[in-house]
Nanobody, 122 residues
Framework: QVQLVESGGALVQAGGSLRLSCAAS????????MGWFRQAPGKEREFVVG????????YYADSVKDRFTISRDNAKNTVYLQMNNLKPEDTAVYYC???????????????WGQGTQVTVSS
């Protein structure tokens, strides 16, 4: 079992930045690929970014490429999401997830955090 706890969500103005963190516990963090997903009100959950177990491979949704950066620190059991140039359409609950392989679909991830709210005002 892996427990994931996100933090860092906030209200920010358009053009601003935020860094989300996801702290993992329970099993060897480096054994898991990690992903960030988000869900806006009235919309389905969507993939944002994923990172492989070593951190050598990353995958981004087109909507966040060049604005968001995922990283991980396996020594600290934490994955980060640096979000720059935020837009109102980035407003959502952001979830981190852990799975055996990095991928773009939520079915590839077995463990999920409770989510953190990001609100971007125009």
């Amino acid at each position: 079992q892996v427990q994931l706890v996100e933090s860092g969500g906030a209200l920010v103005q358009a053009g601003g930045s935020l860094r989300l963190s996801c702290a993992a516990s329970g099993r060897t963090f480096s054994n898991y690929a990690m992903g960030w997903f988000r869900q806006a009100p009235g919309k389905e959950r969507e993939f944002v970014v994923g990172i492989s177990r070593s951190g050598s491979m990353t995958y981004y949704a087109d909507s966040v490429k060049d604005r968001f950066t995922i990283s991980r620190d396996n020594a600290k059991n934490t994955v980060y999401l640096q979000m720059n140039n935020l837009k109102p359409e980035d407003t959502a609950v952001y979830y981190c997830a852990a799975g055996g392989r990095v991928g773009r679909t939520d079915s590839m991830y077995n463990y999920w955090g409770q989510g953190t709210q990001v609100t971007v005002s125009s």
